[in-house]
């Protein structure tokens, strides 16, 4: 993306191109007052007020809409935005973007709205990637979380360790540069202020595993023999007919996964049965190599049986693959038994996919076996990026408590404190290079 454009006026569709209710085009930059007006042929749009008419094309009507101005600083990007409603079409939407274009804006680039707000300080880099992450939440859990980032929560903590460090570097240049009257802070003071920050980032970055499962969610691969159920379980899972039922072995060729919301985004995998038969033909082979793939990859394993025919030596040789792998038995079919179910290993989930008898347990105990990938309370959701800055952060302090520690000059000392700092600007953006922020933006959606 090129900074150098960042001042002319943009337009894109900000809501997903489909059949729905209202779409919306925004227009920002200084021009974009003075092309709703043309379009619209009115007057006068003041801020802040909702406004209805007609986009024109020259004399023809091309859909009736509803406007709303906003005029700088008080908008999204923090420049003059118009925002108009038209109905939600994917032609009606795309006529109207194509009336404002021809009237003065250009096509925004991905992401260039938020760039805009983050460039015109409306919100922090921290904030700006919270939008990203809200807008591509797998789970409500997830979005949730996503909104603190955007609300600030992470900013602030930020903020209020940078103002600790801060403070602490500014002791220790006053006792530099005016040594005479300003005594040099005590190394236990600066311990005590060091260890503070340590922890402090130990607690965000306590909940970087947490904050990447949400982010990212769990795989969980459904194994067993063929016709055992799994693409039935699969289905009932999702409340959906997704992957292929037959009562012929090896009717799942391929790996199917599924998306299911259990707090965490599980992504489900539903693999080829594992069967060891000369007659299997090529492509059945290549599934079952697919299969042993994504029990390996998983993060869980559903390794099913058929309760109705027993577990078996077949079972059992799948079972011995998956077995040393985080994993739930599960013992399907259960309709189709005579007396009790009789578990061959401790905690089998028995229940039949058809039925959905047994398929709230085994939620329940996927969830609970999820959660212990440690979700318990994510006070902090980081990505990578911020992780990696608080890293160095964290790095940089320990030096500076080390050279505490031994009570070396505190100009060494203050050295070690500015890169901390900088590796935090990098977090909220304060300090950042304009690849690092093009790469951050360009991951964006246009219209965002
Ligand atoms: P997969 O090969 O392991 O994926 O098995 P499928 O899900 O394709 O199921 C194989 C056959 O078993 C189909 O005819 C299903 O309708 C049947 N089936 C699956 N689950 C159950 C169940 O819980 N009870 C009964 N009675 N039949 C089932």
Redesign the pocket.
């Known amino acids: 993306m090129n900074i150098i454009q960042e001042f002319e006026t943009i337009a894109a569709i900000s809501t997903p191109l489909g059949t729905g209710g209202v779409g919306v085009i925004r227009i920002s930059g200084d021009k974009s007052h003075e092309i709703a007006k043309k379009i619209t042929k009115k007057d006068n749009l003041p801020a802040g007020k909702i406004c209805h008419g007609w986009v024109y094309e020259g004399d023809k009507k091309i859909d009736e809409v509803v406007i709303l101005p906003f005029k700088s600083p008080n908008s999204y990007t923090g420049e003059d935005v118009i925002e108009i409603q038209c109905h939600g079409g994917i032609n009606v939407v795309r006529n109207v973007l194509d009336v404002v274009l021809k009237n003065g804006a250009r096509p925004a680039e991905r992401g260039e709205y938020t760039k805009r707000a983050f460039l015109n300080k409306k919100l922090d880099l921290s904030q700006a990637e919270a939008v990203d992450d809200l807008i591509h939440a797998k789970t409500s859990e997830f979005a949730i979380q996503s909104a603190k980032n955007l609300s600030g929560v992470l900013a602030k903590k930020i903020a209020e360790i940078k103002g600790g460090i801060f403070e602490v570097a500014s002791k220790i240049v006053a006792g530099i540069d005016f040594p005479e009257d300003v005594k040099e802070p005590e190394y236990s003071y600066l311990r005590e202020n060091f260890e503070g920050a340590i922890k402090e980032i130990d607690r965000i970055l306590s909940c970087a595993k947490s904050s990447d499962i949400l982010r990212q969610g769990v795989k969980v691969a459904v194994v067993?023999r063929?016709?055992?159920?799994?693409?039935?379980?699969f289905n009932a899972l999702l409340n959906l007919d997704r992957?292929i039922?037959?009562?012929i072995?090896g009717?799942?060729r391929d790996v199917i996964k599924e998306t299911l919301d259990l707090g965490v985004a599980v992504t489900l995998i539903?693999t080829a049965?594992i069967r060891e038969d000369e007659n299997i033909d090529k492509v059945e082979e290549i599934g079952i190599e697919y299969s042993k793939q994504s029990a390996k990859d998983a993060d869980l394993v559903i390794f099913?049986y058929d309760a109705s025919e027993g577990f078996n030596s077949a079972d059992d040789e799948i079972y011995q693959i998956i077995k040393d792998k985080k994993h739930i038995v599960v013992a399907?079919?259960t309709?189709?038994l005579n007396g009790d179910f009789i578990p061959v290993f401790e905690d089998t989930a028995a229940l039949?996919?058809?039925?959905k008898d047994g398929l709230n347990e085994l939620k329940a105990k996927m969830k609970e076996i999820i959660c212990d990938f440690s979700l318990e309370d994510t006070e902090y959701i980081t990505n990578k990026r911020q992780q990696n800055c608080l890293e160095r952060c964290r790095e940089s302090l320990i030096r500076a408590l080390d050279a505490a520690n031994r009570e070396e000059l505190q100009d060494m000392i203050y050295i070690d404190l500015k890169s901390a700092l900088l590796s935090l600007d990098e977090i909220t953006g304060e300090v950042i290079n304009d690849d690092i922020l093009n790469n951050i933006f360009d991951h964006f959606c246009i219209g965002k």
Do not use: I
């Open positions: 067993g063929p016709n055992v159920g799994k693409s039935s379980l992957a039922v037959t009562d072995a009717t799942t539903d049965g099913m399907n079919k309709d189709l039949s996919a058809v039925s």
